[in-house]
């Protein structure tokens, strides 16, 4: 069964939790001591942003999530690349899709900010796969769902990102996936063809920021 969880991100000098993933099991605990690591970036500080841009802390542990260094991941939505750049400071090889042109501008000009090779290139991932993503063995994605009125390609909304789960499901069947919402989408995953293993509400001690699926 789906487990269901709240984390609150507020006072996070004060107090750092952290899952950590072993063979068989899941361990989740109080962070007390770790490595400095000088290869930070923190790419609150890149060029090109949005106002409904992923906090790269929530991508970071939606990445975490899915894949470990060395895998692949596809991100379907990569908006100003934030769960890209997440994977390539991991270790991760890294591709991502838009279907807007000038999200995918900007995400590859961000990356390139930060000394990555751009790796997004425009393409509506409702509608099949494109021959690079096809060429990739791909081990986990990570998809922050579209959403609001700044939505490039209009239309219906619910309509839209079922269409993009199921091309998701069927384009990536043995993919670990990791689905970031603003609400809760289990229904609409579970029709997808998805299975719900992990559940986490992320919120800032206040309201909720955002919903975690972890799928398989």
């Known amino acids: 069964a789906p487990v269901a969880a709240s984390v609150h991100v507020s006072d996070a000098n004060k107090c750092v939790l952290c899952v950590v993933e072993t063979a068989d099991t899941y361990h989740f605990g109080v962070l007390t001591h770790s490595c400095s690591d000088n290869g930070f970036q923190d790419y609150r500080q890149r060029p090109f942003t949005f106002n409904a841009a992923l906090d790269p802390d929530i991508a970071a542990v939606a990445v975490n999530l899915c894949c470990r260094p060395g895998d692949t991941l596809i991100d379907p939505c990569c908006g100003s690349g934030t769960v890209l750049h997440a994977a390539l400071q991991r270790g991760i090889t890294a591709k991502g899709y838009d279907i807007n042109p000038l999200m995918v501008e900007g995400?590859?000009?961000?990356?390139?900010?930060f000394g990555h090779p751009?790796?997004?290139?425009?393409?509506?991932?409702?509608?099949?796969?494109?021959?690079?993503?096809?060429?990739?063995?791909?081990?986990?994605v990570v998809c922050n769902l579209p959403f609001g009125k700044a939505l490039h390609f209009g239309g219906d909304l619910d309509k839209y990102n079922t269409e993009l789960l199921k091309n998701i499901r069927a384009g990536?069947?043995?993919?670990?996936?990791?689905?970031?919402?603003?609400?809760?989408?289990?229904?609409?995953?579970?029709?997808?063809?998805?299975?719900?293993?992990?559940?986490?509400?992320?919120?800032?001690?206040k309201r909720t920021i955002c919903h975690l699926s972890v799928c398989e």
């Open 118 to 140: 751009g790796c997004a290139e425009v393409h509506d991932t409702r509608m099949g796969w494109p021959t690079s993503a096809h060429s990739l063995n791909v081990d986990g």
């Open 107 to 113: 995400t590859n000009t961000n990356l390139a900010h």
């Open 172 to 205: 990536f069947p043995k993919a670990r996936c990791c689905f970031i919402s603003g609400s809760e989408i289990g229904e609409l995953l579970r029709s997808s063809g998805f299975k719900i293993v992990h559940v986490a509400k992320v919120g800032n001690g």
